[in-house]
C-alpha cells in the first residue's frame, strides 16, 4: 500500500463523514462548519490530484469567501435550534431517500461497470501544471473568463438589490 | 468482491466513486432539509462532488480543460450563493423564518 | 330566354324574397315587405306562364322541359341529380302555386299591415312557395322529399306564426309531429321504390312500371305505394293523419288560404298523381287509396256540419275535398284528381281569403253564431263568396261541379270503382252542400248577430281584388275540362285538360264504354242532391232559425259526436300519446338517469380526479419538483443503463 492510497483513504474518509454531517446535523451552524471540513478535503484531494491551482482556490473561494458569506447570514438570523430540520411526511420522505439510494447506487454502478476494478493509469503532469493553466485561461477560455467577470458582477448588483428590499413576495409597503 | 487490489491501488474509479457518494449526499440534503441555507449548503456540496471529479478526469486524461471547468464552477457557485443567500434574506425579512416552504408562496 | 334561366329565376326568386325578407325581419313596413315579397312570386308566375307557354307550343308527345342542374348525390348505385321538370302536371301545378301565391301575397299585403311580424311572414311565405316548387318541379323523388320537408316546416312556422298563444304554437307541433309520421312513411316508400328499381327519377320509374298489376298485399310496389300513401295522408290531411289541419287554422288566414288549401296539403295528391303508373299497378293499395278518400271526405264533411268557427268549417271541407282527389286517383282517374285539386285551389282559396276577409272586418271573430246579415256590409266579400259556394257544391257551370262530378262518375263507372265509393262521394257531397248553406247562412244571410260595438265593413281594395280574381276563376276554372256528354251539346268543346294530361296519365285498364243516358243520369243525382240540401239548410238556417237548435238538443248524442270530431283526438291522446308519453317518461327515469347519466358523470368525475391528482403534483413546493427531477434522473438513468 502506497502513501498516496493511505491518503486518499484518510482524506475520503473525513470528507464523506463531513458531507454526511453538514445533512445530517440539526444546527445550521455545525453544518457549516462541516461544510468547511469538507471543502478542505476535497481540496486536499485536489492536491492529491496534483491540482495546486485549483486546490488553492478551492481553499481562498469556498473555505474563505463562500462560506464566510454563510456563516455571516447564518448569524444574521440567530438562528440555533431548529425544531424541524427535516421536511415532514412519511411517504414523501420514504420515496425521497428511496430516490437519493438509488441515485447513487446507479451511479456507482455505472461507474463501476464501466471500469471495474481496474485503474486507469494517470499521464504524468508534464512541467508546471498552473503555468499551462494560466495559459490556457488568458489564451483559449478567455471570453469565459470576462464573462464570468461581468457575471459576478451582475450578480453582485442584483444581490445587493434583493437584500434591500422590503422582502416577501407580496410586498406592497 | 473488491480485491486487495482495489484498496491499495488508487485510480480513478476511486475518485469517481467518492464524487458520486457526495454528489448523493447533496441531494439528499436538497430533498430532506427545510432550512435554506442549508439547503444551498448541500447545492454546494453537490458543485463541489462534480468538480472533484473533472479534476480527477483531468488528471487522469492529461487535459488541462478539466480544470478550466472547475473553475468556472467555483465562480458560478460563488455567484448561484450569493444571489440564493439574498433571496434567503429576503424570505427572513417577510417571515422572520429562513423554512423553505415558503418559497411556495412563489406559485401565485 | 333558355328553360336553365327561365326555370332558375322560377325557383330562385321566391327564395331570395325569402332571403330579403329574412334579413330584414325586425322591420315593421309591411307595404314594403310585402312588395318584395308579392314581387319575387310575380316574377316566378311569370316564369312559370312562359314555360307553361311554351309547353304548349311543343308537340304533344314530346312535351317536356327537363333541366339538370348538376350531380347532387352520386354514391355506389345511387345517382341523383338536381334536375327539374316541368310537363303537363308540373306545368298546372306551378301555375296554381304561383298564380294562387301571388294573389294570396297581395292579399297579406292588406290583411297583415298592422302585425308586428309582417316581415318575417312574408319571409316565411316565400320560402314555402320556394319549396313548393321544389317539391312540384323535382325530377325525382328525394327533391320532392325536399321540397315535402321544406314546405312541412313553413307549414310548422306559419300555423305557430302568433306563437306567443300557447294554443297557437301547440297547433303548429301538432301539425308538424303529426307530417312527421307520414314523412317517415314516405322515406320508408322511397327505400323500398330504390330497392326494388334502384333508382329514384320520376321518369325512369315511370318508365320501368310494369304494365301487369302485381296482386297480393307484400309484393315491393304494393308496399311502396302504401308507404307513399301513408306519407300523402300525413300531408294532405287524410284519416288517420287528417287532424292536424283544423288545428292548423291557428295560423293567419291568408296562410291557411295558400298552404292548408290552395297547395301544400295537395302534394300528397300531386305526388300519386305523378307517380300514377305505379299506383295503377297496385290495384290493393288503389283501392285503400279510394276508400280512405271517400271515407275521409264523409267523415269531414260530417264534421263540417256543426262546426262554429268559420275557419274550421273551412278546413273541415278542405280535409272533405282532399278526400275527393283521393278518391279520384284511387278509382284511377287521375286526370280528375287533378282537374278537382285546381278548382279546389281556386274556389277554396277564394272562401278562404273571403273569410279573412270577414275575420279582419269582424276584428278577428271568428265564430260564426256571433256574425249573419253581413251581406248588407260586405258586398263584393258576399259575391264572391257566392261563386265559391256555388262552386263547392257543385252547381254547374262553376267549376267544382265539373271536377266533382267527373270524380263521382269514375268512382262508379271505372272498373277499380264500387257503388260503396259512389255512395259515400255523393253523401259527402250532400253533406258539404249542407255546411256550406250553412256557413252562408249564419255569415252573410239572415239576422245581424254581430255584438254591437263591431261595426262590420267592406275590406280594401287590396283584399277584394285577390277575391274578384278568384272568384272568376272558381266560375270558369272548370271549363276547360268539360266532359264529351256535355260538351257535344255546347258546340262541341272538347275536353281539354284530358287531352293535355293523356301523355303522362296511363289510362284505366278496361274502362268500358259508358251509356251516355247513365251519365247524364249520375249528373243530375248529384246536382239534385246538393240542391235539395243545400234549400233545406237555407230553410232551416234562413227562414226558421231556432229549428236546428230544437234538432241539435233532440238529437244532442250525435251533435256531441259531431261536435267533438268523432273523439279522434281523445282517442289519439288515450291511445298513443299518452301512453308514448309515459313509456319515454319511464325511460327517462329509469335508463336515462340510472345508466346514461351516471356513465357520463363516473367521465366527468374520473377527469376530475385526475386533473385534481395533477393539481396536487403541482403544490408550489420546491422540494417535490426537486424530487420529481430526482426521480426523472433515476428513470433516465436506468433507462440508460438497462438499454
Known amino acids: 500500500m502506497t502513501a498516496d492510497a493511505v491518503l486518499f483513504w484518510i482524506l475520503a474518509a473525513i470528507t464523506l463523514a463531513a458531507a454526511l454531517t453538514v445533512v445530517l446535523v440539526t444546527n445550521p451552524v455545525y453544518s457549516a462548519l462541516s461544510l468547511v471540513m469538507t471543502m478542505v478535503g476535497i481540496s486536499a484531494l485536489f492536491v492529491t490530484l496534483n491540482a495546486y491551482f485549483i486546490a488553492g482556490v478551492q481553499l481562498i473561494v469556498y473555505a474563505g469567501a463562500v462560506m464566510v458569506l454563510f456563516v455571516m447570514v447564518l448569524m444574521l438570523f440567530d438562528l440555533k435550534h431548529e425544531l424541524q430540520a427535516f421536511t415532514q411526511g412519511k411517504v414523501s420522505g420514504a420515496i425521497k431517500i428511496g430516490v437519493v439510494g438509488m441515485l447513487s447506487g446507479l451511479i456507482v454502478g455505472a461507474i463501476l461497470m464501466s471500469s471495474g476494478t481496474s485503474t486507469v493509469p494517470a499521464v504524468a503532469a508534464e512541467g508546471d501544471q498552473t503555468k499551462a493553466l494560466g495559459k490556457i485561461l488568458f489564451s483559449q477560455y478567455l471570453f469565459g473568463f470576462e464573462a464570468l467577470g461581468v457575471l459576478l458582477l451582475v450578480v453582485a448588483v442584483g444581490a445587493v438589490a434583493l437584500s434591500r428590499s422590503k422582502g416577501g413576495t407580496h410586498a406592497k409597503h | 468482491m473488491p480485491s486487495i487490489d482495489f484498496v491499495t491501488q488508487v485510480g480513478l474509479t476511486h475518485y469517481l466513486v467518492l464524487s458520486a457518494l457526495i454528489f448523493s449526499v447533496g441531494v439528499a440534503g436538497v430533498l430532506l432539509r427545510k432550512n435554506a441555507i442549508v439547503l444551498l449548503m448541500s447545492v454546494e456540496l453537490m458543485l463541489n462532488s462534480v468538480n472533484l471529479t473533472f479534476v480527477a478526469f483531468s488528471k487522469y486524461s492529461g487535459k488541462l480543460e478539466g480544470n478550466i471547468m472547475v473553475f468556472f464552477v467555483m465562480t458560478i457557485a460563488a455567484a448561484e450563493a450569493a444571489v440564493g443567500l439574498a433571496l434567503v434574506v429576503s424570505i427572513f425579512k417577510r417571515f422572520k423564518e429562513v423554512n423553505i416552504r415558503f418559497f411556495e408562496h412563489l406559485k401565485g | ?643
Request: hydrophobic letters at 55%; aromatic letters at 12%.
Open chain 3, 1 to 643: 330566354m333558355s328553360h336553365e334561366i327561365l326555370l332558375s329565376i322560377l325557383i330562385l326568386s321566391p327564395f331570395v324574397g325569402f332571403l330579403i325578407n329574412g334579413f330584414r325581419y325586425k322591420k315593421h313596413s309591411g307595404n314594403l315587405a310585402g312588395g318584395i315579397a308579392s314581387g319575387a312570386v310575380f316574377i316566378s308566375f311569370i316564369c312559370a306562364v312562359i314555360l307553361v307557354a311554351d309547353l304548349v307550343g311543343m308537340p304533344a308527345e314530346s312535351r317536356k322541359i327537363a333541366v339538370t342542374f348538376f350531380d347532387w348525390i352520386a354514391v355506389a348505385n345511387l345517382s341523383v341529380k338536381a334536375g327539374f321538370v316541368v310537363d303537363q302536371i308540373s306545368g298546372i301545378m306551378i301555375l296554381i302555386i304561383t298564380g294562387v301565391g301571388t294573389l294570396i301575397h297581395l292579399f297579406s299585403i292588406s290583411y297583415m299591415h298592422h302585425d308586428k311580424g309582417v316581415a318575417k311572414y312574408f319571409s316565411y311565405l316565400n320560402l314555402f312557395l320556394f319549396n313548393m316548387l321544389l317539391l312540384v318541379l323535382g325530377e325525382n323523388l328525394l327533391i320532392m322529399f325536399v321540397g315535402w320537408e321544406g314546405v312541412g316546416l313553413c307549414s310548422y312556422l306559419l300555423i305557430g306564426f302568433w306563437f306567443s298563444d300557447k294554443e297557437k304554437a301547440a297547433a303548429g307541433m301538432k301539425a308538424f309531429i303529426t307530417n312527421r309520421i307520414g314523412d317517415a312513411a314516405f322515406l320508408l316508400g322511397m327505400f323500398v321504390l330504390f330497392l326494388t328499381f334502384g333508382t329514384l327519377s320520376f321518369s325512369e320509374l315511370v318508365s320501368m312500371a310494369p304494365s301487369v298489376p302485381e296482386l297480393g298485399w307484400a309484393g315491393p310496389l304494393t308496399l311502396a305505394t302504401l308507404f307513399l300513401f301513408v306519407g300523402a295522408t300525413g300531408k294532405s290531411a287524410q284519416i288517420p293523419l287528417y287532424v292536424w289541419l283544423p288545428d292548423a287554422m291557428a295560423g293567419p288566414t291568408p296562410v291557411s288560404a295558400l298552404i292548408h288549401a290552395a297547395t301544400m296539403v295537395t302534394a300528397g295528391v300531386y305526388m300519386i298523381v305523378r307517380l300514377n303508373p305505379l299506383f295503377l299497378a297496385a290495384p290493393n293499395t288503389l283501392m285503400i287509396v279510394a276508400s280512405v278518400g271517400a271515407l275521409t271526405a264523409v267523415m269531414a264533411a260530417s264534421i263540417g256540419l256543426v262546426q262554429n268557427d268559420i275557419k274550421k268549417v273551412l278546413a273541415y271541407s278542405t280535409v272533405s275535398q282532399l278526400g275527393y282527389m283521393f278518391l279520384a286517383c284511387g278509382v284511377g282517374a287521375f286526370g280528375a284528381a287533378m282537374f278537382h285539386l285546381m278548382t279546389h285551389a281556386f274556389f277554396k282559396a277564394l272562401m278562404f281569403l273571403g273569410s279573412g276577409s270577414v275575420i279582419h272586418s269582424m276584428h278577428e271573430e271568428q265564430d260564426i253564431r256571433k256574425m249573419g246579415g253581413l251581406r248588407k256590409y260586405m258586398p263584393i266579400t258576399h259575391f264572391t263568396f257566392v261563386l265559391g259556394w256555388l262552386a263547392i257544391i257543385g252547381m254547374p257551370p262553376f267549376a267544382g261541379f265539373f271536377s266533382k262530378d267527373e270524380i263521382l262518375w269514375m268512382a262508379f263507372h271505372s272498373p277499380l270503382g264500387h257503388t260503396g265509393l259512389w255512395v259515400c262521394g255523393a253523401l259527402g257531397a250532400t253533406l258539404t252542400a249542407f255546411y256550406m248553406t250553412r256557413l252562408m247562412a249564419l255569415t252573410f244571410w239572415g239576422k245581424s248577430r254581430v255584438d254591437h260595438k263591431i261595426h262590420p265593413h267592406e275590406s280594401p281594395a287590396l283584399m277584394t281584388g285577390p277575391l274578384i280574381v278568384l272568384g272568376v276563376l272558381s266560375v270558369i276554372g272548370g271549363w276547360y275540362g268539360i266532359p264529351h256528354v256535355i260538351g257535344q251539346y255546347v258546340g262541341h268543346l272538347p275536353n281539354l285538360l284530358e287531352g293535355w294530361l293523356e301523355p303522362v296519365i296511363r289510362a284505366v285498364p278496361n274502362l268500358a264504354h259508358a251509356d251516355e243516358s247513365t251519365e247524364w243520369a249520375f249528373m243530375g243525382i248529384s246536382v239534385a242532391l246538393a240542391g235539395i240540401s243545400a234549400s233545406v239548410a237555407y230553410h232551416l238556417y234562413v227562414r226558421s232559425p231556432e229549428t236546428p237548435k230544437v234538432m241539435a238538443k233532440k238529437m244532442s248524442v250525435a251533435h256531441d259526436i259531431l261536435l267533438n270530431k268523432y273523439y279522434v283526438d281523445e282517442f289519439y291522446f288515450g291511445s298513443i300519446i299518452n301512453p308514448l308519453v309515459s313509456v319515454s317518461k319511464n325511460i327517462w327515469y329509469y335508463i336515462d338517469v340510472n345508466f346514461i347519466d351516471k356513465t357520463t358523470y363516473l367521465i366527468t368525475d374520473l377527469v376530475k380526479g385526475a386533473g385534481l391528482f395533477a393539481k396536487s403534483l403541482q403544490n408550489g413546493n420546491i422540494q417535490q419538483y426537486a424530487m420529481y427531477i430526482a426521480i426523472g434522473v433515476v428513470a433516465s438513468l436506468t433507462f440508460i443503463l438497462m438499454r
